[in-house]
C-alpha cells in the first residue's frame, strides 16, 4: 500500500499568496462594482523591455529553421548567458565566480524550494522572522521543521531569528547554532537591507559554525544605497560557507516569463563533498533548462539597451515606493523598506493585527496588502505593500488610505 | 555543522546521458575530421510548427505591452491551455478530466524527478527494467532505493520487472507487491507497448494492491496501432491509482521550449487524503508556472494548423524509424520498438555488451547510440537508437552500419 509523505498534512493553510487570492475573489464576487488596487503580491506590471522583446522575437525565428533551432539546452544554461552573468553581475563588482559555477533554472522561487534536497534531514535552518514562506514551507515538506506549533504560529524545529524595528531589522546571531541560514537581501517582506559589515559578521558566524548560508539577492537590482552589498560574495570568505539565488523577476520583470540563477562556488564543500556537484546532479536529473528563447531574453537585459531599459523601469517600480513612503508617513504611518527594495513595511495602526488589517484596506479601501503575519510570528503587527502596481493605482491607493 | 544529503554519494557515476555526451565530445576532439551522426539521446531536430512559432510571436507582443502584459501565471498553469488539453488529449477519447486536475509544468522531466517528494521514504517502488533513469535516480536521491549493488548494477530496494524479447517486453506480476509502479507506454528506452488489455492488469493489480502507477505518456502522440491505450484513464479504475505526465517534448519538439503536464484525478486518494491537493501544495510552493509564452505556443499545438503540423513532424520522425527498423532488419539485426515509438531496440550482435557496441558503433561508424544497460540490468544486450535525426542522416547512418 503506497504511503503519502505526511510532512504535507503539517502544513498549516494554504500557500500565503493562494489564500490572499482566494480572499480577494471572494470580495470581488461579492463587490463586482468596487475597483479594487493590488498593492499585494509581488508582481510586475509594467511591460518586457524592447531589448528583451527584440531578443525574444529573434529566438523564436531562430526555433522556426532546423539549422538554428534548439533541442535540449546544457544541463547548467547556454554559456552565452552565464557568461553575461559573470561579467556584469559579478566581475564588475570584483567578484569571481567561474562559468560552471553558475546554473541557469526556471526561477528563483523553483531553486529556493528545490535547494533542500541537496541537504540531510536533521539539519537546523535558522530564518530571519518574517520571511519568504518558501524557505520554510520547503523544509517543512522535507521533514525538517519538526512540528508546526498553531499557539505560537511557528515550526518547533525552526530558529526564528526576529526582525523588528526593535533591532532595526538585522537580526541577532540566535542562541541556538543553526546549520543553514536563509537570508533574503533586500529583505522580502520587510523591504530593508543589511550593511556590508553587517553581512559580513554572519558570513564569519556562518564559517565559525560550519553552517551554510543560503542567499536570496532576487531584490538586488533595487538597491540605491552605497553600503549594500550586491552579492554576498562581495564578503569575504562566503564562497566558502554561502549558495546565492538571483532572479530576472524583479530587475526585468519576468514573473511570467521564468528566468533565474543559483551560485554554488567550488570552495563551499562538505569534507570533501563540493556541494556544487550535488546540485549538478540535481539539477541534470530533474531539470531539464529553462526555454532557449527564454535564456536569450536573459541575455538581452545585459546588453546595453537592455540595461538602461530595465533600469528605467526599477526607476518607475522606485518612484512608486516613494510615492507609498512618504504618503503614508505624512499620514502618520511608521513605515520601513522601500529605499533598496519595493517593499514598504509598515506598522499597522493602534495596535490592529496584521489580518485584520488587511480586512480593513480590502473592505474599506478596496486595496490588497499582505499582511505581516503570514511572513512569521514577528511580522504581527505589520503590513507589507509592494510598489509593483502603476503610478496611477499607487497614487490613488495612498490617496484612498488618506480617506480612511 | 550543516550536513548533506549523502543518498546523493550512493549515485554511480553521472546521469546516463551526461555520461555519453562527455564520451562523444572527448571522441570528437580526438577526431576532429569525423563527421558524428546523433541517434543518441531523445532530442528532436525539426524546427517547431509554423503554428507555433505564430503563437509565440503573437504572445511576445502582448508581453510588450501593459495591457497585455502577464506577470506570475496560476498555479495550475493557464486556463486556456488547460482546456485543450481536456478537449484534445481526454475528452476526444472519451475521458473525463476536470479543469483542476492538470498541473501545467515545464516537462516531464521534471515532474516524473519531483513527484516523488508527495510520497514517504518508505514506499517500495518498481520499475520496468530496462527504464528511463530519472524514476530511479529521483527516488535514489530522496533515499527510497536502499542501496546500490555495483555487481547486480542495481537497488538493493528496488523491484526490477524484466522487459525483454523473452517476455515480449509486457512486464510480469512482480513477486514482491510495489508500493509505487512507473509505467512509461510507449515505452522509453524499447519502444514497445501495453495492449489494452495488458495495462488494464496492471490498474487492476494497483487497485487490488493499493498501489499507484505514475504513468509516463511523453511518447503518445507516436502510437500507430489501434489497441494501444492513449492515456491510462482509458481503463476502467485507473483515475483511483494512476498519475499520468505528458510532454510538448517529443509530440511537438518542445525539449528545448519546455513544457508539460500532469494529470492527478481526485478520486486518487490515500484515506482521506486527495494526492492532487499534494501535488497542488508542492506545485504552488516550489514551481511558479512554465512562461505564459510557451503556455500560448502549447496551446496553438491544438489548433486545427498545429495538429496538421505536428502530425507531419511525428510522421516525418516515424519515417525514420521505419528506414532504421527496416536498414536494420535488412542487415540481420533483431529490432523492436519502432512501431509506435520514436525508439528502436536491437538486439546486440554476437553477444557483445552494450557498452561496447557503443564504441564500437561511435569509433568504426562514428554514430552515437545509447547503451541498453545504462537504462538497468535487463538491457544488457540491447541498443537503443532514436529516430529523431534527419532523414539524410539516418539513411547515412543505415548506410554506416551495413559498411561496418
Not at 464576487?29 to 508582481?43: H, M, Y
Not at 564588475?92 to 541537504?119: H, Q, W
Not at 518547533?156 to 546549520?179: L, Q
Request: aromatic share 12%.
Amino acid at each position: 500500500m503506497f504511503k503519502i509523505n505526511d510532512n504535507y498534512l503539517k502544513l498549516p493553510g494554504s500557500y500565503l499568496f493562494s489564500t490572499i487570492a482566494k480572499k480577494v475573489a471572494a470580495y470581488k464576487e461579492a463587490n463586482p462594482d468596487k475597483e479594487v488596487i493590488s498593492l499585494g503580491i509581488g508582481d510586475v506590471t509594467q511591460p518586457l523591455a524592447p531589448a528583451v522583446i527584440e531578443a525574444l522575437h529573434k529566438a523564436v525565428d531562430e526555433m522556426s529553421v532546423a539549422e538554428t533551432f534548439h533541442g535540449y539546452a546544457p544541463d547548467l544554461g547556454y554559456e552565452f548567458l552565464r557568461k553575461a552573468i559573470i561579467d556584469n553581475d559579478y566581475k564588475a563588482r570584483g567578484v569571481d565566480i567561474a562559468l560552471d559555477e553558475i546554473f541557469i533554472s526556471d526561477g528563483a522561487k523553483s531553486d529556493s524550494g528545490n535547494i533542500v534536497e541537496i541537504f540531510s534531514t536533521d539539519n537546523t535552518i535558522a530564518v530571519t522572522d518574517p520571511v519568504y514562506p518558501v524557505y520554510i514551507d520547503s523544509n517543512a515538506m522535507a521533514g525538517k521543521t519538526g512540528d508546526y506549533l498553531q499557539d505560537k504560529q511557528a515550526w518547533s524545529d525552526v530558529i526564528y531569528m526576529p526582525c523588528t524595528a526593535e533591532n532595526d531589522f538585522t537580526p541577532d546571531f540566535p542562541e541556538r547554532t543553526p546549520d543553514i541560514i536563509y537570508i533574503c537581501c533586500p529583505n522580502n517582506p520587510t523591504g530593508t537591507t543589511l550593511t556590508k559589515d553587517a553581512l559580513s559578521k554572519w558570513v564569519r558566524y556562518a564559517l565559525d559554525n560550519k553552517a551554510v548560508i543560503i542567499y536570496d539577492a532576487a531584490y538586488e537590482a533595487y538597491i540605491s544605497e552605497e553600503d549594500v552589498p550586491h552579492s554576498i560574495y562581495e564578503c569575504d570568505g562566503a564562497k566558502e560557507c554561502a549558495i546565492e539565488m538571483r532572479s530576472f523577476s524583479k530587475n526585468a520583470g519576468f514573473t511570467g516569463t521564468r528566468l533565474g540563477f543559483t551560485v554554488i562556488p567550488k570552495a563551499l564543500k562538505s569534507g570533501d563533498v563540493m556541494l556544487n556537484s550535488l546540485w549538478a546532479r540535481r539539477h541534470g536529473t530533474k531539470f531539464n533548462g529553462a526555454p532557449y528563447i527564454i535564456q536569450r531574453a536573459g541575455e538581452a537585459v545585459y546588453s546595453d539597451e537592455g540595461k538602461a531599459q530595465t533600469k528605467a523601469q526599477i526607476a518607475y517600480y522606485m518612484n512608486n515606493a516613494k510615492i507609498i513612503r512618504e504618503g503614508l508617513n505624512a499620514q502618520g504611518y511608521k513605515t520601513y523598506g522601500g529605499v533598496n527594495a519595493p517593499y514598504i513595511w509598515l506598522k499597522t495602526p493602534d495596535g490592529v493585527t496584521s489580518w485584520d488589517f488587511f480586512d480593513i484596506l480590502l473592505e474599506k479601501a478596496n486595496i490588497v496588502g499582505t499582511p505581516g503575519s503570514g511572513f512569521g510570528p514577528s511580522g504581527e503587527g505589520y503590513f507589507r505593500l509592494t510598489a509593483f502596481g502603476s503610478k496611477e493605482n499607487t497614487e490613488k491607493a495612498i490617496e484612498r488610505i488618506k480617506n480612511l
